[in-house]
């Protein structure tokens, strides 16, 4: 039995599929090498201090959660206690050439878990590089807790 077909072949038609492809090839590249997950927050627990302060505006923020991981900048890199000097003193020099005449502050956040020694080390980096040094901690429940 023969069939016949009236279909003629046609140039006008565009095959689609190596397209979609190569657009799901590229979003699965651009998603894996995304800068989303530094940018996720930390789960630090501050300590809780009887006093209340206002909040005051950050420049520098150094972060230290439990596992003693250094997160430094609004991007939150991760940095080693050796090489925290140099970095600190790189990102002041960022601030202080971006604002001229300001003096950074370095904003230090410290989980409650760390050891004090390990406490001490990070502050005297830090108080070393800056001249202006923040402690951040969580206000007790008894007080009104309302800057935070």
């Keep these: 039995m023969l069939f016949r077909t009236n279909l003629k072949p046609s140039s006008n038609l565009i095959d689609l599929t190596p397209l979609v492809d190569v657009i799901f090839l590229m979003l699965i590249f651009f998603i894996v090498t995304s800068d989303i997950l530094p940018l996720k927050s930390l789960n630090v627990q501050n300590p809780v201090l009887d006093r209340n302060s206002a909040p005051q505006t950050t420049r520098l923020l150094v972060v230290m959660d439990a596992q003693n991981v250094i997160y430094v900048g609004s991007k939150k890199a991760i940095v080693d206690l050796q090489s925290l000097k140099s970095h600190l003193d790189g990102e002041i020099g960022k601030i202080k050439k971006q604002y001229p005449g300001t003096e950074p502050t370095v904003v230090l956040s410290i989980d409650k878990e760390v050891e004090y020694g390990d406490f001490l080390r990070i502050f005297s980096v830090c108080q070393e590089c800056g001249p202006r040094l923040r402690l ?10 309302e800057y935070f």
């Design 136 to 145: 951040v901690y969580k206000p007790s429940e008894s007080e009104n807790a």
